[in-house]
């Protein structure tokens, strides 16, 4: 059975973080491993506390699961201070997993910074040459090349940049502009359109996490990284479509909506 490892933060609410992508990891038929780097104290309207896990925990949790257990694909999210970052990387160059998905979590969906702000640095110095792929958002993005994306062009420009900074490959996500929510990948050669349709829903909640682990999922079981991409997409596009109204505030996506059908299970 293939494998992949989140290191990220939890949610208590269970729709992202590493509650999310083990659903997600699950979906796929992938076994699924855990690092937690932060602990989170959140619900599908806010983010009430954070506190970050001591890093000798954090290390000895990375070093327990490659010492013992084969990794396919390692996704990485919330790495909240720039501390966390230098103990995930070293720990990580000593295992060499061959493929790296990066999600640079830094505000949630309540507006709560889940990135220190003088980390930015390190997530840019010393992750992303790591990745294999990064999957910002608008506004993630904008924060890493400093400067405004409001267009298609702004977002092939934002590519250009981050892959500078060293990364494999770039997944920019367009959900944030008006219109069609279509991300654009970037190998270093090729841009690549990947479209999406607009889901008029609230519940989006852990969205970003689980489309990056669905693409190191798909980079576990074998597939190439526009196929894993092309594949997330279209797998978050059906979880957000029947995402659950749970909460009173941003509900998660369905992770399991495909299986539940197949089984004939209510999902609502």
């Not at 400093?146 to 990364?167: N, T, V």
């Amino acid at each position: 059975m293939k494998t992949a490892l989140t290191i990220a933060g939890s949610d208590s609410g269970g729709g992202a973080g590493i509650q999310a992508d083990l659903k997600t990891f699950s979906a796929h038929g992938v076994y699924g491993m855990s690092v937690l780097t932060a602990v989170t104290a959140q619900n599908t309207k806010e983010v009430r506390s954070v506190q970050d896990i001591n890093l000798s925990i954090i290390k000895d949790q990375i070093e327990a699961v490659f010492d013992d257990i084969h990794v396919d694909a390692v996704k990485i999210g919330m790495l909240s201070s720039a501390e966390t970052i230098k103990t995930v990387a070293q720990s990580l160059r000593s295992y060499h997993p061959e493929f790296i998905v990066l999600d640079p979590v830094m505000v949630s969906k309540g507006g709560h910074h889940l990135l220190q702000l003088d980390a930015i640095s390190a997530l840019k110095e010393i992750i992303i040459p790591m990745a294999t792929i990064i999957t910002p958002n608008i506004p993630e993005a904008e924060v890493l090349i400093k400067d405004p994306i409001h267009s298609a062009e702004d977002m092939k420009e934002a590519c250009l940049a981050i892959k500078a900074l060293g990364a494999k490959a770039v997944l920019l996500k367009g959900g944030h502009l008006k219109g069609e929510p279509n991300d654009l990948f970037f190998d270093g050669e090729n841009f690549i359109w990947i479209n999406g349709t607009r889901i008029h829903t609230k519940n989006t909640h852990g969205t970003g996490c689980t489309l990056s682990s669905a693409i190191a999922a798909n980079l576990a079981n074998g597939a190439s990284i526009i196929d894993s991409v092309q594949e997330a997409k279209r797998y978050i596009t059906l979880a957000i479509e029947h995402s659950l109204n749970l909460g009173n505030g941003h509900g998660p996506t369905n992770h399991f909506y495909e299986l539940y059908k197949k089984a004939h299970l209510v999902t609502k």
